[in-house]
């Protein structure tokens, strides 16, 4: 399964270096001047997964395929963007092709580097954004809720749905709230399907990354910590990086030497990791793994998904024609050293359909077609 990102944001936020550092690529211009990025950039990066990594040791298959994710790197956005202003509508565009924004806010001064807005807000600068996918998202429904209307007075039972799924919506786009505040309950199907049908902009999760100096990575600083109250207060996240450290880590060809150079800011780890994670847990994924002498994988699945629709993951072929799964945990793999030790020791199970995967599971999938 694929998770794709859209980075998102002002002009000269630090969203294309971010791009070329997660992605250790050059494929975005990383320039100090707005619309840098016409088309949008897209990488592809492996997940680093720990765990993925013992399995390795363990198993010492002859193939290692990581979980991968999908940045899209999105020219940034000004003022009546909404109304087609700069390069808005393309921007709008490809925001409703991606599954979660990324938004990066500068939290750092630097009289080199040119704002848009003339001065360092990011609090602002979010406000800017939400603004106008909000604006967007309005007319887009107001364009359609007459029609809706008159064919759930005739009776149709599915504008029935979306005109109760519209009008709370519409009520809090009015009020200045993006459109997921007023998503439907999980529980009620129909109307979780009609919602996920009106493709709106701002029903997509948010990650706002706070591009911070390099002297305040480790620690944040002002303007971040106005970003972290923000997305409290939204039930959001947020992640503080340094786009230029990204930059530097990127650059250098081992493991110990990136190590180093982060231990040596205070940093623990990459910002990539810290997004990963905070990206998963946005759009509730978890990852299951495979593994034998050919090859060990890491796949991503929809927290809560079935092991038929995992197997489907795979090949269609799998969930068409699933008979059972034989399932271990990771814990088990791990500690009891492989399969077999696993089988003997009765840690193997045979999972059927409505097996709930969990995270971290290892599985092998029985089929017929």
């Not at 694929?2 to 550092?21: H, Q």
Request: include cysteine; proline fraction near 4%.
């Amino acid at each position: 399964m694929g998770f794709n990102c859209g980075i998102v944001g002002l002009p000269n936020v630090g969203k294309s270096t971010l791009f070329n550092a997660l992605t250790q690529t050059i494929a975005a211009q990383a320039a100090n001047f707005p619309f840098c990025t016409i088309e949008p950039n897209t990488g592809r990066v492996a997940v680093p997964d720990d765990r993925l990594d013992k399995l390795v040791e363990l198993v010492k298959p002859k193939n290692v395929v990581p979980t991968q994710l999908e940045f899209v790197d999105i020219a940034g956005l000004v003022k009546g963007a909404s109304k087609g202003e700069g390069l808005g509508n393309q921007f709008l565009a490809n925001i409703r092709e991606v599954d979660a924004i990324i938004h990066v806010l500068r939290c750092f001064e630097d009289d080199n580097i040119t704002h848009v807005e003339g001065s360092v807000d990011p609090i602002r600068d979010a406000e800017i954004v939400e603004t106008e996918l909000m604006i967007a998202d309005l007319d887009s429904l107001e364009k359609r809720y007459d029609q809706t209307v008159k064919k759930a007075r005739g009776g149709d039972k599915e504008s029935i749905i979306r005109q109760a799924v519209m009008e709370p919506i519409i009520e809090a786009l009015k009020a200045g709230r993006p459109a997921r505040t007023a998503a439907p309950d999980e529980s009620n199907k129909d109307a979780v399907k009609e919602y996920k049908m009106l493709q709106l902009l701002t029903s997509k999760p948010v990650l706002y990354v706070c591009n911070v100096d390099e002297q305040s990575a480790a620690t944040g600083n002002e303007f971040s910590q106005a970003v972290e109250k923000k997305a409290t207060a939204e039930g959001a996240k947020a992640v503080i990086i340094s786009a230029a450290i990204e930059s530097e880590v990127a650059q250098l060809e081992s493991q110990e030497e990136q190590k180093e150079f982060l231990e040596a800011l205070g940093l623990k780890e990459t910002g990539l990791a810290r997004i990963i994670r905070a990206g998963y847990d946005l759009l509730g994924l978890q990852t299951y793994f495979t593994a034998g002498p050919k090859e060990v994988r890491a796949w991503t699945f929809v927290k809560g998904s079935k092991a038929p629709q995992c197997a489907g993951i795979i090949h269609s072929d799998f969930e068409r024609g699933f008979i059972r799964a034989e399932t271990i945990s990771y814990n088990d793999y791990i500690t009891l050293g492989g399969e077999q030790a696993c089988k003997e020791a009765g840690k193997m199970r045979s999972e059927g359909k409505d097996y709930v995967v969990q995270d971290g599971d290892l599985m092998n999938f029985l089929f017929n077609v």
